[in-house]
């Protein structure tokens, strides 16, 4: 993992890479985004597997994989958020982000409205009450749907977008944290 200071962070964190900032002293937050590409109608509910998509947007003779969107051990999710691009569903059908371990109103919950989704799609509160708990072992996210999702356009892409949201502890300073004066051994003076 890589994690940058706030002087630095200038752009999204890249959830590829498991970029991560220091925006208080000690902790650790993420930003981890993951996308569940939908190919054909579906019907019946199901469940869809996001994933963490590869930065090579095109076909290359070695192009990296995509990566399983998990959440590892010792996180706290304090926000989850879900939306639907290129979809419609029938009626009252939802899509909602599930696997989380932690407490009530962590996994949001995207409901469509005559069959259409909000454009702006949900999420859940931010919270850093006490109600959260700590993840005891990492976790795969997945994107349960009831009913159907039908691709409203079949000429361009049609997917779901998932977000996760999380804080963990930082590791202990090391050497390269702190400034000690070089060691010198006595009679080395002038």
């Known amino acids: 993992m890589s994690v940058i200071f706030p002087g630095n962070y200038v752009a999204d964190l890249n959830a590829y890479r498991e970029q991560g900032v220091y925006a208080t002293p000690g902790v650790e937050f993420y930003q981890v985004r ?33 990566k399983a969107f998990k959440v590892p051990a010792g996180a706290t999710v304090y926000r989850t958020a879900i939306n639907a691009v ?15 371990t932690t407490t009530t109103n962590t996994e949001a919950t995207l409901t469509a409205s005559g069959g259409a989704f909000p454009a702006a799609g949900a999420t859940t509160a931010f919270d850093f009450g006490t109600t959260k708990s700590v993840e005891s072992s990492e976790i795969t996210i997945t994107a349960p749907y ?15 977008i998932v977000e996760v949201c999380y804080f963990k502890d930082g590791a202990a300073p090391d050497a390269d944290n702190v400034r000690v004066p070089y060691k010198t051994e006595s009679g080395s003076g002038y």
């Open 34 to 66: 993951g996308v569940a590409i939908v190919s054909s109608n579906l019907t019946g509910g199901g469940t869809l597997s996001p994933q963490i998509i590869s930065p090579d947007l095109r076909a290359d003779d070695k192009p990296r994989l995509d």
């Open 86 to 100: 290129n979809l419609k569903a029938s009626g009252t059908d939802t899509v909602r982000v599930d696997g989380l």
């Open 146 to 160: 009831s009913g159907a999702l039908t691709i409203d356009n079949p000429d361009d892409q049609a997917y779901v």
